[in-house]
């Protein structure tokens, strides 16, 4: 079982910056496909940002760009870097991750920013960017 935990989160004025982090635990080493979500009230949770094994990413459409995944393996922790931040990127953000060892790239891909392949997750940090 992965433990997750995540930081950083905070409130920002429009074109601001923020990065979280999410610092994992257990079995870690068995998850490294891991994956950043966000979430607003009554709205479905939106995959944001997502980091393989290798380190290969991917990115949602309205971040590209604006945001970068990265992990530090020596420290069991992933990041997201949020820079350019809108009103719109106003949510819970959550870290979640999952064991892609039996994947290839190409289901990676398919499936990298949909909270359904996930089966680990953390709690969530407030990210909130006013006008």
């Known amino acids: 079982q992965v433990l997750l935990v995540e930081s950083g989160g905070g409130s920002v004025q429009a074109g601001g910056s923020l990065r979280l982090s999410c610092a994992a635990s257990?079995?870690?080493?068995?998850?490294?496909?891991m994956a950043w979500f966000r979430q607003e009230p009554d709205k479905a949770r939106e995959g944001v940002a997502a980091?393989?094994?290798?380190?290969?990413?991917k990115y949602s459409g309205s971040v590209q760009g604006r945001f970068t995944v990265s992990r530090d393996s020596s420290k069991n922790t992933l990041y997201l870097q949020m820079n350019g931040l809108k009103p719109e990127d106003t949510a819970m953000y959550y870290c979640?991750?999952?064991?892609?060892?039996?994947?290839?790239?190409?289901?990676?891909?398919?499936?990298?920013?949909?909270?359904?392949?996930?089966?680990?997750w953390g709690q969530g940090t407030q990210v909130t960017v006013s006008s």
């Open positions: 980091i393989d094994r290798d380190g290969s990413t």
């Open positions: 257990g079995d870690s080493d068995k998850s490294p496909c």
């Open positions: 979640a991750a999952w064991d892609c060892s039996w994947t290839n790239t190409e289901h990676w891909e398919r499936v990298a920013l949909r909270p359904a392949a996930y089966l680990s």
